[in-house]
Nanobody, 123 residues
């Protein structure tokens, strides 16, 4: 099993930034991909970004150029730097981990999930 705990969410104004963190514990050597998803009220959980152990990254079109995912393998931690936030970025952000060997973006491709951290962006 792998445990994930997100932190760093909060209430910010449009245009501001936040940095989310997610350390992993447990059977971390089995994890190849770490990613972030988000769920806005009344909507499906959607892919935001993912990163491999070597640093290859993939982003949703809606966050390209504004969000940056990074990973510290020594600390088993993944980060999400979010800049130029807008109201459409509001939601619960979930950290996820996958044993898949490629940069997957489907919810079903991730075996482990954190509890989520709330991000609210006021206009």
């Amino acid at each position: 099993q792998v445990q994930l705990v997100e932190s760093g969410g909060g209430l910010v104004q449009a245009g501001e930034s936040l940095r989310l963190s997610c350390p992993a514990s447990g059977r971390t050597p089995s994890v190849y991909i770490m990613g972030w998803f988000r769920q806005a009220p009344g909507k499906e959980r959607e892919f935001v970004a993912a990163i491999t152990r070597s640093g290859l990254a993939r982003y949703a079109d809606s966050v390209k150029g504004r969000f940056t995912i990074s990973r510290d393998n020594a600390k088993n931690t993944v980060y999400l730097q979010m800049n130029s936030l807008n109201s459409e970025d509001t939601g619960v952000y979930y950290c996820a981990a996958s044993r898949k060997g490629s940069l997957v973006a489907g919810r079903d491709d991730y075996e482990y999930w954190g509890q989520g951290t709330q991000v609210i962006v006021s206009a």
